[in-house]
Structures are given as structure tokens and as C-alpha cells.
Nanobody, 124 residues
């Protein structure tokens, strides 16, 4: 069992930055790939980024590539999402998720555990 708690969301102006954190409970965090997803009002949840269990594989949605960076610290049981050059279209609830396959995937149904989400609002 893995419990995930996101933090770091908030209100920021376009062009600004935020860093999201996702703290995981449980001693098996390091064996999971981790992902970030987001859901805007009236839209489906969409993939943002993923990182493998040993940080040797990362993948990003085209819409955030070059602006967002996913990383993890297994000693702290935490995964991060550094978001730079934010745009109003990045406004959404951001969720972290854990995937027991270790490599990471863009497919939300393949994730085993989800956090409650943190709101990110980017004003124009």
C-alpha cells in the first residue's frame, strides 16, 4: 500500500514557476515508477510526466516538454514536478500516481495509487 500526498500548488502569473511535491508513505516507494497527471475543469485527466523507479527514464507530454521537469528523491520518498514558464492552459488539478511496473507509462489506468491532487491556477 502506498499513500500519496501532493503539495506546492497555488496561484501564479503566466510565465512564473511552481514546484509540486508528492510525498509517499511506505517503504516500497523506490520500487515504483511515478507519474504526474492533471485535470482541468470539464476535461479528462491527462498525462503530464513520468519517471522510472531509478530515474533512468523520463517521459513528458508534448505540451509541457522543455518547461516541466520531473525528478525524485527515493531517500525522501518524494517525487517533484518543477514547472517553469507556466501558461494559463496549465491550470488544472495536478495528481501524482504510483506505478508498480517500475518503468513508467502515459496510461492512467496502469497506475496503482493516486493522490488527492493539488490545484494549480495560472493567471494571464
Amino acid at each position: 500500500q502506498v499513500q500519496l500526498v501532493e503539495s506546492g500548488g497555488g496561484l501564479v502569473q503566466a510565465g512564473g514557476s511552481l514546484r509540486l511535491s508528492c510525498a509517499a508513505s511506505g517503504r516500497t516507494f523506490s520500487s515504483y515508477a511515478m507519474g504526474w497527471f492533471r485535470q482541468a475543469p470539464g476535461k479528462e485527466r491527462e498525462f503530464v510526466a513520468t519517471i522510472s523507479w531509478r530515474s533512468d527514464n523520463t517521459d513528458y507530454a508534448d505540451s509541457v516538454k522543455g518547461r516541466f521537469t520531473i525528478s525524485r528523491d527515493n531517500a525522501k520518498n518524494t517525487v517533484y514536478l518543477q514547472m517553469n514558464a507556466l501558461k494559463p492552459e496549465d491550470t488544472a488539478v495536478y495528481y501524482c500516481a504510483a506505478d508498480s511496473t517500475r518503468w513508467g507509462t502515459r496510461k492512467a489506468p496502469e497506475y496503482d495509487y493516486w493522490g488527492q491532487g493539488t490545484q494549480v491556477t495560472v493567471s494571464s
